[in-house]
């Protein structure tokens, strides 16, 4: 080997299989770009899809155990808690140990009272009490709002409230549930201190919330996000859409981009549209061929290998019409997810404008111009 061939080897990093599971699709797409033989070009793609394999086969079994054992209720909250365990192995809070543990703590009380404020019969409590409850969430978790667990977490609440009708809300779910976060704190929190105790070791969460600015960009932008999440919330009571959670995740999707990621809301706004509409299209042509349930598997799959927004939002909807095709047909899930998207997109758009205008006025009014 020359002396050229032996730097070049020592500078390229050294992945074996098992580290190139655990890599991102966006890193292991690169490495298969700049993969300098056959042999590594194919370990990189087989990683891509086994590691997409590994995370449906996964998802599966954990969300069956949950449902066993906590009855199949608890369904959606094995979804949340599947999310949160892919999330957490990689991005922490961004706060001291100690306090991103209390933080986890916020999380897991708001996610277990949050199906409950729906039986408040006075709208502006109930909205009111699901900001203080969002916005608990986001100042515990999303420091650093490029990390995205703005998103996982709006997502995770959205997803708890709508999914759980006041019919099945008692004393005996309320206990299991109880048990099922308790038990999964407990599980995170380890996970939390050996992933990263390293991490952080002079942030505060409480320095953070109350002595830093609070006209900063960052808290503006979570109390915004936060109200207009509670405000679609409580709207459900009141419009007569079928799945109005679908508008919801839209909507949380736009907002939750806005001036703080890597993708501007609007590029966001037009992949979410386009997204939707060829993933509706590709439901109805494969759903002639295979049932319902394995499109939602197949959807999962594809998932697992996207990295970019407009190809997941595609894939998103394959699970999202294998269940509501079920219930409405084909043809009625289709234009449900077609007008509720464009409904929560259009809506996220116009909130920020109205909002923009705000943030101006009030940042003038405190003299901050940035």
Known sequence: MTVKNKSKKKGRQQVDFYQSLQLDPFILKQKIREAASKKEKCMYICS??????????????????????????HKP????????????????????????????AIVMFSLLVAPYVQLIKWSVMGMLIHFILLSSILMATASDPKMGNASLYGFSYLFIVYSLPKDSLNKNFFTQTSSLLFLFFCWFSVLLYRKHREKNKDKSLFKEIFLKGMYSQEKIWMLIYAFG?????VAREYVPFQRLMWAGFAFSSIVSSYGLMSIGFKERAVDRIIGSLIGCVLFIGISQFIPFNWIGILGGLALGVCSTYRYKTVFNCFGAL?????????PGAVTIRIFENILGVCLGIMYIGVTEILIRKIREKHGLNH
Request: include cysteine; hydrophobic fraction near 65%; charged fraction near 10%.
């Open 229 to 233: 999440i509670s405000l679609l919330i």
């Open 322 to 330: 294998a269940i509501t095709a079920s219930l409405f047909g084909v």
């Open 48 to 73: 891509l899809f086994l590691r997409s394999l590994f995370i449906v086969l996964f998802a599966i079994c954990f969300i069956i155990i949950i449902t066993t054992l906590f009855e199949s209720k």
């Open 77 to 104: 909250y094995a979804v949340v808690l599947f999310c949160m365990l892919m999330s957490i192995r990689f991005v922490d809070f961004g706060y001291k140990i100690s306090h991103s543990i209390i933080g986890l």
